[in-house]
């Protein structure tokens, strides 16, 4: 069974700031996808990768995924408190089955 | 477009009783899902669905029932609750082809006493 582990599991940081979360896979991607939950709702989907190497940008968020395409990572530029939530990784692996990793909860202060 | 919609918003029950919390989405979605949502635990697949009439089993499927007779609902069955499926569950939809692109529901929190 696919595990997707991320890290840091929490980050508490002040506007402004830069930072990177990541996503490690203990098997290669199907197609990895990254979503954003806020408090109290769904999770929405950010974005879709699937190219080894490949790198997307969301405005200030720039998101990319490794050459051997087990791992991912997003990198806010400039966090707003905007940005606050729970940043989840996922991927299907091949079986019709997303599995999830266990998120990283972003605080951004003002 | 309504997107995905579940109900109830909230619900409390006592253990034993059972329930069926709803889920319909109106974008022609093949695949329908219900994950449940506890601390530190991140999303786990209750059961899927790939169509009208089929369905799986997902990570953590015990304790709960679905059915798919159309494409537009995916409704999921407590059967017996028990304080341990006291959680927040979401329901969510996609087309049935890679990458299954997930539009997930507002969620239903639930609490079993």
């Known amino acids: 069974t696919q595990l997707l582990e991320q890290s840091p599991q929490f980050l508490s940081i002040q506007e402004g700031e830069n930072l990177t979360v990541y996503c490690n896979s203990s098997?290669?991607?199907?197609?990895l996808q990254w979503y954003r939950q806020e408090p109290g709702e769904g999770p929405v989907l950010l974005v879709t990768?699937?190219?080894?190497?490949e790198v997307k940008k969301l405005k200030r968020l720039t998101f990319q995924f490794g050459d051997a395409r087990k791992d991912s990572s997003l990198h806010i530029t400039a966090a707003q408190p905007g940005d606050t939530g729970l940043y989840l990784c996922a991927d299907e692996g091949g079986s019709e089955k997303l599995v999830f990793g266990k998120g990283t909860k972003l605080t951004v202060n003002p | 477009n309504a997107g995905v919609t579940q109900t109830p918003k909230f619900q409390v029950l006592k253990t034993g009783q059972s329930m069926t919390l709803q889920c319909a989405q109106d974008m022609n979605h093949e695949y329908m899902s219900w994950y449940r949502q506890d601390p530190g635990m991140g999303l786990r697949l209750i059961h899927y669905?790939?169509?009208?009439?089929?369905?799986d089993q997902g990570e953590v499927p015990n304790g709960y029932n679905v059915s798919r007779s159309t494409t537009e609902d995916f409704p999921l069955r407590l059967l017996s609750a028990a304080p341990s499926q006291t959680s927040v569950y979401f329901c969510?939809?996609?087309?049935?082809?890679?990458?299954?692109?997930?539009?997930f529901g507002p969620g239903t929190r639930l609490t079993v006493t």
């Open positions: 990768v699937v190219t080894g190497g």
């Open positions: 969510a939809s996609s087309y049935r082809r890679n990458p299954y692109e997930q539009y």
């Open positions: 098997s290669v991607f199907s197609s």
């Open positions: 669905s790939v169509g009208a009439g089929i369905t």
